[in-house]
């Protein structure tokens, strides 16, 4: 979620998951009632979904691609406010915990997405929520003002849930980010919307 995203996805170019695909598909299509070609098809797939395995546990080659994954965890729409800055939000849940501290670490979990609702990055996708530091500079401009607060958009409170619509100049502006091999994750001038949930205060805060 930082200028630097760290958190791109990525995978090698795989010319042998094309193949298990259409063979896949085709044996599928062809299938008749027979004991013996059902036996064969399974087999054929779990032979082909073991192939897929080795290919994506194997090191990364340089013309690597990003992997565009639907998260499993997505919130309602709703009605987004805007304010000057662009900022589109709307809370699906005020939460009822206290309000997001300046400079001080939080954890939240989030579901990142593209304007044609493509995902590109869910802290749901790892099982855990990201922490992060607020009002610091350490995360884009969107999400320090749509979480934080400020400029017309109240702080966020612990359990609450907020959608928000960053537009590029609050986001990563006209240069792509996530970069590897010459392939980025966010293209150029993206417009961005985030799913948050402000899941707690990161305990190590506290002494």
Known sequence: MAAASPLTVITPKSPNLQTFKTSASSSLHC????????KKQIFQVGVGLLAASVVAASPLEAEATRIEYYATFSEP??????VRSGLGYCDLDVGSGEEVPFAQLINVHYTARFADG?????????????????????????????????????????????????????????EP??????????????????????VDIYKGNRK
């Not at 299938?31 to 059902?38: M, R």
């Not at 729409?77 to 805007?82: A, G, I, R, T, V």
């Not at 995360?139 to 590029?168: A, C």
């Not at 994750?185 to 948050?196: F, G, K």
């Open 31 to 38: 299938a008749t009632n027979s004991t013996t070609n059902v």
């Open 177 to 198: 980010a996530g970069c590897f091999s010459g392939d980025c994750n966010i293209p150029a001038n993206a417009t961005l919307i985030y799913d948050i949930k402000f």
């Open 77 to 82: 729409s709703c009605e987004l406010n805007f």
């Open 118 to 174: 493509i995902v590109f990055d869910s802290s749901y996708k790892r099982a855990r929520p990201l922490t992060m530091r607020l009002g610091m500079g350490k995360v884009i401009k969107g999400l320090d003002q749509g979480i934080l607060g400020g400029g017309g958009v109240p702080p966020m409170q612990v359990g609450g849930k907020r959608k928000l619509q960053i537009p590029p100049h609050l986001a990563y502006g006209p």
